[in-house]
């Protein structure tokens, strides 16, 4: 199957059917963001209206620690939704990721599915492209491609839980941390590495540490299961076996500051605020949401993404004020983890 209709079929599966992880309270109980508790402080001596959520994430600056997570790109309607995501950013002050470019590196005609420059010149932009790429394209050829849509970072995503249960998935892992050293020493942009679902373990960060990567987004379990959405469309029969496969996001998070000192993006399953303060208050730096997105964008295009996000400063603004946190330094270390 090509690219371009398997990505039209993720976006389909995705959205009109349950992908996301079924456990994500029974099974994940001493991991789930329930299992993290914020101390509240009766007496927050703090004016809910001077609490400040601003921050800085690979030399941008931005209102919020969020971003709408890498979804799509290459195929037509891939142009509305970016656009459509990307003014929402635009005008929250938060970050975007743009879907897997491999499509454009392949096929240059398909870089106007990824364009969104013309109505988001401000914010930060992640190009993207799978781990399994990198020993197929340079450095030059990926800094084209980054340049093609004016992003200012690039995010690996790495996705082996996802590969093994698609037909025609790349499933040979070997050696691609070299690789990624590699390419980060080549690459003008900075570069981080993303799971897409399934979370970073200590293993994994403590090898990722060592590339030079800034950042990390751990992408855990708990949200977006990626094993759910490609088995719902192959023919393996491995989906229902290993649907809630992975490090929960809480876990992740906690595992990879164990053993980073860049920057954290807590991702899978984020969606209220609430979330995002736990998140930030157990060691994350920001936070990324994707499927919430994506739906808000097919319901009510740029707008209802707006609102959405705005929901979610506001909802993260009152837990900062709730447990008397003026600005995100003073966030970290808030939280009671019931194990
Ligand atoms: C329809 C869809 C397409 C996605 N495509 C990509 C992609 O091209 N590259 C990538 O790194 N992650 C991709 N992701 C993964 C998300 O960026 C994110 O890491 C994951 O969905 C977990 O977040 P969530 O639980 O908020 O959905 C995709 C997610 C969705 C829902």
Same mark, same amino acid.
């Given at each position: 199957?090509?690219?371009?209709?398997?990505?039209?079929?993720?976006?389909?599966?995705?959205?009109?059917?349950?992908?996301?992880?079924?456990? *994500?309270?029974?099974?994940?109980?001493?991991?789930?963001?329930?299992?993290?508790?914020?101390?509240?402080?009766? +007496?927050?001596?703090?004016?809910?209206?001077?609490?400040?959520?601003?921050?800085?994430?690979?030399?941008?600056?931005?209102?919020?620690?969020?971003?709408?997570?890498? !979804?799509?790109?290459?195929?037509?309607?891939?142009?509305?939704?970016? *656009?459509?995501?990307?003014?929402? /950013?635009?005008?929250?002050?938060?970050?975007?990721?743009?879907?897997? $470019?491999?499509?454009?590196?392949?096929?240059?005609? +398909?870089?106007?599915?990824?364009?969104?420059?013309?109505?988001?010149?401000?914010?930060?932009?992640?190009?993207?492209?799978?781990?399994?790429?990198?020993?197929?394209?340079?450095?030059?050829?990926?800094? *084209?491609?980054?340049?093609?849509?004016?992003?200012?970072?690039?995010?690996?995503?790495?996705?082996?839980?996802?590969?093994?249960? $698609?037909?025609?998935?790349?499933?040979?892992?070997?050696?691609?941390?070299?690789?990624?050293?590699?390419?980060?020493?080549?690459?003008?942009?900075?570069?981080?590495?993303?799971?897409?679902?399934?979370?970073?373990?200590?293993?994994?960060?403590?090898?990722?540490?060592?590339?030079?990567?800034?950042?990390?987004?751990?992408?855990?379990?708990?949200? #977006?299961? &990626?094993?759910?959405?490609?088995? +719902?469309?192959?023919?393996?029969?491995?989906?229902?076996?290993? &649907?809630?496969?992975?490090?929960? #996001?809480?876990?992740? !998070?906690?595992?990879?500051?164990?053993?980073?000192?860049?920057?954290?993006?807590?991702?899978?399953?984020?969606?209220?605020?609430?979330? /995002?303060?736990?998140?930030?208050? !157990?060691?994350?730096?920001? /936070?990324?949401?994707?499927?919430?997105? +994506?739906?808000?964008? $097919?319901?009510?295009?740029?707008?209802?993404?707006?609102?959405?996000?705005?929901?979610?400063?506001?909802?993260?603004?009152?837990?900062?004020?709730?447990?008397?946190?003026?600005?995100?330094? $003073?966030?970290?270390?808030?939280?009671?983890?019931?194990?």
């Amino acid at each position: 199957m090509s690219t371009k209709s398997r990505k039209t079929e993720h976006i389909k599966i995705a959205i009109n059917k349950n992908v996301q992880f079924r456990k *994500k309270t029974a099974g994940f109980e001493n991991v789930s963001f329930e299992s993290v508790e914020l101390k509240y402080k009766a +007496l927050p001596e703090l004016d809910k209206k001077e609490v400040d959520l601003s921050t800085e994430f690979l030399g941008k600056k931005l209102k919020a620690p969020l971003m709408a997570e890498a !979804i799509t790109g290459g195929v037509e309607e891939a142009k509305k939704i970016n *656009k459509d995501i990307a003014k929402a /950013c635009e005008a929250v002050g938060v970050g975007m990721g743009l879907g897997s $470019q491999r499509a454009m590196i392949e096929k240059p005609e +398909l870089k106007e599915t990824y364009i969104v420059r013309d109505v988001a010149p401000k914010i930060f932009l992640a190009g993207n492209i799978g781990i399994t790429e990198l020993g197929k394209h340079s450095a030059k050829e990926i800094e *084209k491609a980054l340049d093609g849509v004016g992003a200012d970072a690039l995010a690996v995503h790495i996705n082996a839980a996802q590969a093994a249960m $698609q037909p025609e998935g790349e499933t040979n892992f070997k050696n691609r941390v070299e690789e990624l050293r590699k390419l980060v020493k080549e690459l003008k942009k900075p570069v981080y590495v993303k799971e897409v679902g399934h979370g970073i373990g200590l293993e994994t960060a403590k090898a990722l540490a060592k590339t030079g990567v800034k950042a990390i987004d751990v992408a855990g379990a708990g949200g #977006t299961s &990626w094993i759910a959405v490609d088995s +719902l469309r192959g023919k393996k029969g491995l989906g229902e076996t290993f &649907w809630d496969f992975g490090i929960p #996001t809480v876990q992740s !998070i906690k595992e990879c500051r164990k053993v980073f000192k860049g920057k954290i993006i807590a991702s899978g399953g984020i969606r209220t605020g609430l979330d /995002c303060a736990k998140a930030i208050a !157990i060691g994350a730096d920001l /936070c990324g949401m994707a499927l919430p997105v +994506l739906k808000a964008q $097919q319901k009510g295009g740029s707008a209802a993404v707006e609102k959405y996000l705005k929901k979610i400063v506001e909802e993260m603004k009152t837990a900062m004020f709730l447990v008397g946190a003026k600005d995100l330094k $003073q966030l970290r270390g808030k939280a009671v983890v019931k194990n």
